[in-house]
């Protein structure tokens, strides 16, 4: 369960209290649900004990999920080579300790990459799929990270942190219960619909058929569902 705090979405952005890595998988499920689309977690979950989620290959799950760390990068660096995501100023593109006001922004006031994607360098640090451990030596195509650790990996850095942990390359990790006020995320779909778009108040466990959405228009640079 979600609890008994209320979750706000808002343009894109989970207000009000930070998200586990649990809840962000029971919100992609929520989504995939109300679109008919594949559960890329399990449905047998308990939101309060170290749980599994899995299927049988996450890059042929076509419903809403958490990005893995190799897609998260992937998008962050949009074919370029900047330090950052979009450009090679942190204060360009990034909300961190310096400039931040030691609070969340909304997405969009800083210069998008060059796929027109907002926030991926600072801000709140996103969690991504893949488990937290050493990449492989050996050249992998679409690698969904280890088979099993105790930590899940965060990335992008936060309103509260240097410059450096707001870098592509920087990766992150904490335990998937772990609530922090720094930490977010971000969705990924190979189906391409809908996004949220009004504000909804949940003061328990949401309820799909009260969430809004509208047109997804990612494809002509739109700022995505980032949560």
Wanted: charged share 25%; hydrophobic share 30%; proline share 4%.
């Amino acid at each position: 369960s979600l609890g008994d705090k209320p979750l706000v979405f808002e343009l894109f952005w989970v207000t009000y209290r930070t998200v586990t890595w649990y809840e962000a998988a029971e919100i992609a499920n929520l989504l995939s649900a109300y679109e008919g689309l594949e559960l890329c977690y399990d449905e047998d979950l308990n939101y309060d004990l170290v749980a599994e989620y899995s299927t049988s290959n996450v890059y042929d799950c076509d419903g809403y999920r958490l990005p893995t760390e190799a897609e998260w990068e992937y998008a962050a660096r949009a074919g370029t080579d900047f330090e950052y995501s979009g450009s090679n100023s942190s204060d360009e593109v990034g909300w961190y300790k310096e400039n931040s006001a030691e609070e969340t922004h909304r997405i969009g006031e800083k210069k998008p990459n060059d796929w027109g994607l907002y926030d991926m360098s600072g801000n709140v640090y996103e969690w991504v799929w893949d488990y937290y451990g050493r990449y492989s030596r050996d050249s992998v195509v679409n690698p969904t990270g280890i088979s099993s650790a105790s930590s899940r990996v965060l990335r992008g850095g936060g309103w509260d942190d240097t410059p450096s942990n707001l870098r592509s390359a920087e990766r992150g990790n904490d335990t998937p219960p772990s609530r922090y006020y720094l930490f977010g995320f971000r969705l990924s779909t190979l189906h391409l619909s809908n996004h949220l778009e009004k504000l909804v108040t949940f003061t328990t466990t949401p309820n799909i058929d009260d969430l809004f959405f509208i047109h997804n228009r990612s494809l002509n640079g739109d700022k995505g569902l980032n949560i």
